[in-house]
């Protein structure tokens, strides 16, 4: 249908395109957007997210997208999409698509600084990324991880005492995290495991939630972590014993581990591993508690080991996606950038190999193998699509000159370019 005759019939226009892999991932949540323009700018931040800028906020955006940062802004803040349905859409599709495979669950909280107080939330707190008590904000997260692919399920902001607004309740760190856990084991997804640091590995109330839905979890404990124990029992370290640690990459190394016994045999035991027995170096020896059963010196090591798969994850969101790049004051808007970070990560994610297959039948499997690159990794999955937008991020930002000179050859081969990389054409961003 041409312009003209949507235009006759008081038809909605068509959103204008951007690269096919964006355009197919962001319609699925169309409808979700009260207006073409509205949409448009969900699609263009997806673009600019994931593009190879090292600043991600929307001043920097404009320069790329060739929109304005107060349209950006404006979405943010004022046009009434819901994150909410944002994130229940997203998570409904990761149910589909994982098909009732398992999976890790990994939580965690991250901080970031934030001067003042004009930022909601903010406060003197410990910032985990930090490693100290500084002003910040600071979220709780739930992450998956399928195949060593990492994909975040869950973002809640943790609102401090101090900060706390009319109608709020407070709640601790791990309330949050034991309120998302059990959100996501009603939704559907099958967990594996659950694995937290000794944050959430010395709350009671997470692990009576985690033991309420007969899930299996590895969490970190404090060295000086006290058990209930009789009069005349005592605490004893069993000898130690060598196993392989395992890498994703495929790296070996040897470890040691050893069950620590509080009194007497419980269902919950405890453990310490090392790298070295006999220095105990603070940076390699961990002390954990888990509802695992069986024999689990040699597979606790590569169990707990997964957690590192989260300092993984966030490092994608900080360092490449902008997770803390916004330059928004109102929890309401940062909540929203967070959700439009958690739809970029899912979408890098699902151009993995591991989670493509699942996408598609053994026919379509056979032709993926024989025709496409297999991806790995999510940093080798960020690269590719880096690589698929780069034309036309390209266009955009020369898009100035453009009215000034006889551009007619360029804008041939930029569109000759598109078109070989992605079949996408050109087109002028307006807001």
Same mark, same amino acid.
Request: charged share 30%; glycine share 6%; aromatic share 10%.
């Given at each position: 249908m041409d312009v003209a005759e949507q235009v006759?019939?008081?038809?909605?226009?068509?959103?204008?395109?951007?690269?096919?892999?964006?355009?197919?991932?962001?319609?699925?949540?169309?409808?979700?957007?009260?207006? #073409?323009?509205?949409?448009?700018?969900?699609?263009?931040?997806?673009?600019?997210?994931? +593009?190879?800028? %090292?600043r991600k906020s929307l001043p920097e955006l404009e320069k790329v997208l060739g929109v304005s940062s107060q349209s950006l802004h404006h979405f943010l803040t004022s046009s009434p999409w819901?994150?909410?349905?944002?994130?229940?859409?997203?998570?409904?599709?990761?149910?589909?698509?994982?098909?009732?495979? %398992?999976?890790?669950?990994?939580?965690?909280?991250?901080?970031?600084?934030?001067?003042?107080? %004009?930022?909601?939330?903010?406060?003197?707190?410990?910032?985990?990324?930090?490693?100290k008590i500084d002003q910040g904000i600071v979220s709780v997260n739930v992450y998956g991880v399928y195949q060593n692919i990492t994909f975040p399920l869950m973002t809640k902001i943790y609102k401090p005492k101090s900060r706390l607004k009319v109608g709020d309740k407070y709640k601790t760190k791990t309330e949050i995290a034991g309120e998302m856990v059990r959100e996501l084991k009603e939704l559907g997804l099958e967990i594996e495991?659950?694995?937290?640091? +000794?944050?959430?590995?010395?709350?009671? @109330?997470?692990?009576? #939630?985690?033991?309420?839905? %007969?899930?299996?979890?590895?969490?970190?404990?404090?060295? &000086?972590?006290?058990?209930?124990?009789?009069? &005349?029992?005592?605490?004893?370290?069993?000898?130690?014993c060598k196993f392989t640690r395992t890498f994703r990459d495929g790296k070996r190394e040897t470890r040691y581990i050893r069950e620590i016994i509080y009194g007497k045999k419980r269902r919950i035991t405890y453990w310490e591993m090392t790298t070295d027995t006999e220095n105990l170096p603070k940076n390699s020896t961990s002390f954990v508690r888990t509802n695992c059963q069986g024999n689990l010196k040699k597979r606790l090591g590569d169990l707990y080991g997964q957690r590192t798969w989260v300092e993984y994850g966030f490092r994608q969101c900080k360092q490449e996606l902008g997770w803390k790049d916004y330059r928004l004051t109102k929890i309401e808007s940062i909540e929203k950038w967070w959700g439009l970070i958690n739809s970029v990560y899912t979408m890098v994610s699902l151009q993995t190999k591991p989670l493509r297959e699942l996408l598609f039948s053994e026919e379509?499997?056979?032709?993926?193998?024989?025709?496409?690159?297999?991806? &790995?990794?999510?940093?080798?999955?960020?690269?590719?699509?880096?690589?698929?937008?780069?034309?036309?991020?390209?266009?955009?930002?020369?898009?100035?000159?453009?009215?000034? #000179?006889? @551009? @007619?050859?360029?804008?041939?081969?930029? &569109?000759?370019?598109?078109?070989?990389?992605?079949?996408?054409?050109?087109?002028?961003?307006?807001?």
């Amino acid at each position: 249908m041409d312009v003209a005759e949507q235009v006759s019939k008081h038809l909605p226009r068509t959103p204008e395109p951007t690269i096919p892999l964006v355009d197919q991932y962001c319609s699925y949540y169309q409808d979700l957007f009260p207006d #073409v323009r509205s949409y448009e700018y969900f699609k263009l931040l997806h673009l600019g997210i994931i +593009s190879n800028l %090292k600043r991600k906020s929307l001043p920097e955006l404009e320069k790329v997208l060739g929109v304005s940062s107060q349209s950006l802004h404006h979405f943010l803040t004022s046009s009434p999409w819901l994150l909410s349905e944002l994130d229940q859409r997203r998570l409904n599709k990761l149910v589909e698509i994982l098909q009732g495979k %398992k999976i890790i669950l990994i939580v965690d909280e991250t901080g970031d600084r934030k001067k003042g107080n %004009k930022t909601d939330y903010t406060a003197r707190q410990y910032l985990g990324n930090v490693g100290k008590i500084d002003q910040g904000i600071v979220s709780v997260n739930v992450y998956g991880v399928y195949q060593n692919i990492t994909f975040p399920l869950m973002t809640k902001i943790y609102k401090p005492k101090s900060r706390l607004k009319v109608g709020d309740k407070y709640k601790t760190k791990t309330e949050i995290a034991g309120e998302m856990v059990r959100e996501l084991k009603e939704l559907g997804l099958e967990i594996e495991i659950v694995l937290a640091d +000794s944050l959430y590995g010395e709350s009671s @109330s997470f692990l009576e #939630v985690l033991e309420e839905l %007969k899930l299996e979890y590895v969490v970190s404990i404090r060295k &000086n972590h006290g058990v209930w124990m009789g009069a &005349n029992e005592r605490v004893r370290a069993n000898k130690w014993c060598k196993f392989t640690r395992t890498f994703r990459d495929g790296k070996r190394e040897t470890r040691y581990i050893r069950e620590i016994i509080y009194g007497k045999k419980r269902r919950i035991t405890y453990w310490e591993m090392t790298t070295d027995t006999e220095n105990l170096p603070k940076n390699s020896t961990s002390f954990v508690r888990t509802n695992c059963q069986g024999n689990l010196k040699k597979r606790l090591g590569d169990l707990y080991g997964q957690r590192t798969w989260v300092e993984y994850g966030f490092r994608q969101c900080k360092q490449e996606l902008g997770w803390k790049d916004y330059r928004l004051t109102k929890i309401e808007s940062i909540e929203k950038w967070w959700g439009l970070i958690n739809s970029v990560y899912t979408m890098v994610s699902l151009q993995t190999k591991p989670l493509r297959e699942l996408l598609f039948s053994e026919e379509e499997k056979k032709e993926e193998i024989e025709e496409k690159e297999q991806i &790995n990794s999510w940093k080798t999955s960020l690269k590719k699509i880096m690589m698929m937008i780069e034309p036309l991020i390209l266009f955009w930002l020369i898009t100035p000159w453009l009215k000034m #000179v006889n @551009s @007619s050859g360029l804008l041939e081969g930029l &569109n000759n370019l598109l078109s070989i990389t992605h079949g996408s054409k050109l087109y002028f961003p307006t807001g």
